[in-house]
Structure formats: C-alpha cells, structure tokens
T-cell receptor, first 115, second 113 residues
Framework: AQSVAQPEDQVNVAEGNPLTVKCTYSVSGNPYLFWYVQYPNRGLQFLLK??????LVKGSYGFEAEFNKSQTSFHLKKPSALVSDSALYFC?????????????FGAGTRLFVKA | NAGVTQTPKFHILKIGQSMTLQCTQDMNHNYMYWYRQDPGMGLKLIYYSVGAGITDKGEVPNGYNVSRSTTEDFPLRLELAAPSQTSVYFC???FGGGQETQYFGPGTRLLVL
C-alpha cells in the first residue's frame, strides 16, 4: 500500500529566508511524487513532480524538491520565501508499478511567510 | 479552455436528501477523479474513472455513486446524505499515457444538516 506523510501541520518562515516543507512516502514500487499548492477557496494547483531522472526537480514559482530514495523523502524547498507563498501545500505519491491510477495525498502543511 | 468546472460552489443539504455534484472538463482528459477534503485530513479519493463507461472505487466510496457517460462529465451522486458527508469536494482530471499532472476544479462546499 502507498502512503505519504507530511510531519508538520504548519511551517513559519520570515520573508527572504529559505523554506522547507517536508514529505516522506512509502510505496512498494517506483514512486511518482508530486507537490501541489492550494490558495484559500481555490482548487489545488500543480507545482512540480518527480517521475524519473534528476533527483532535484525544479517547478513553478521558484520552488524545487529533492528526491531522496534512501530516506524516502521528497522535501519542497525555496531559497527565498515570499509573503505570497503563504498557502496550503500537499505532497502526493503514486506507485508507478502497482498503484494503479490512484494518487495518495498527504494531510497538507500550511506555510506562513511573515513580512 | 475553461479547464475543470464544478457546480454548485456551495450547497446546504438536509439529512436524508440526495443531490448530484457536477464536474465537467474540456481538456479531453481520459482520467477523472473525485476527492473530498476534510480539515487536517488532506484529500481522500472517492471514485475515479479511466474513461467513458469505466469507473472504480477509491479510498472512501461509501455513500457515493458516480457515472461516466461522456469523456467530459463525471457527476458525483450523494444518496441519503449524512452529516459525515459535510466536506469540500474536488473534481480533477488528467491525460493518460504518462502525463501525471492532475488539474483540479475550484471545489464544491457541501454542508449536510
């Protein structure tokens, strides 16, 4: 069975500082990993994904994530946070080998960026 | 392209009533999904479809039904609504063939009283 964990309910960071939102996953096959962002009263928007290839994945709005197979992690990062980055972030995983068509989402991490 | 559209945006339903949440996409996506979002619980998959005429259960299908008669539409039916179905419902779609990115609708907020 596939699962994903976001250990932090909330992350607080000052504007201009680097940010990290953590994600760990569990799958039996090859992991397909995703980050989505949700702004208030909106649907989720795709940020980036790892399917194969380079472990460092770059996405929208200056975000990036690093796939670490040994630690089964896919942490989201940004070198310099903006107030407008404040939102709810979801990590998601699909088992590329055995997971069928189901993508499992984490509980979400709320990011607050203070000016 | 309008993308993924959902109606209604908000609805109050009485216990025991039934209703249909509408979802339409104009991107010719094969795969469509219904999720519910509860506070602190992330998104839970209710049902999904890999093409017209083909649907399957997700993680939390009880109390819901779906149909997929066309590529564009994927309605979610609630029968005998219960307070536990109070939630925000999101529809999503994507291409098949290795295109993994899901596109989400704006959501339907449902209150069952």
């Amino acid at each position: 069975a596939q699962s994903v964990a976001q250990p932090e309910d909330q992350v607080n960071v000052a504007e201009g500082n680097p940010l990290t939102v953590k994600c760990t996953y569990s799958v039996s096959g090859n992991p397909y990993l995703f980050w989505y962002v949700q702004y208030p009263n909106r649907g989720l928007q795709f940020l980036l994904k790892y399917i194969t290839g380079d472990n460092l994945v770059k996405g929208s709005y200056g975000f990036e994530a690093e796939f670490n197979k040994s630690q089964t992690s896919f942490h989201l990062k940004k070198p310099s946070a903006l107030v407008s980055d404040s939102a709810l972030y979801f990590c998601a995983v699909r088992d590329g080998d055995t997971g069928g068509f189901k993508t499992i989402f984490g509980a979400g991490t709320r990011l607050f960026v203070k000016a | 392209n309008a993308g993924v559209t959902q109606t209604p945006k908000f609805h109050i339903l009485k216990i025991g009533q039934s209703m249909t949440l509408q979802c339409t996409q104009d991107m010719n996506h094969n795969y469509m999904y219904w999720y519910r979002q509860d506070p602190g619980m992330g998104l839970k998959l209710i049902y999904y479809s890999v093409g017209a005429g083909i649907t399957d259960k997700g993680e939390v299908p009880n109390g819901y039904n779906v149909s997929r008669s066309t590529t564009e539409d994927f309605p979610l039916r609630l029968e005998l609504a219960a307070p536990s179905q109070t939630s925000v419902y999101f529809c999503a779609s994507r291409f098949g063939g290795g295109q993994e990115t899901q596109y989400f609708g704006p959501g339907t907020r449902l209150l069952v009283l």
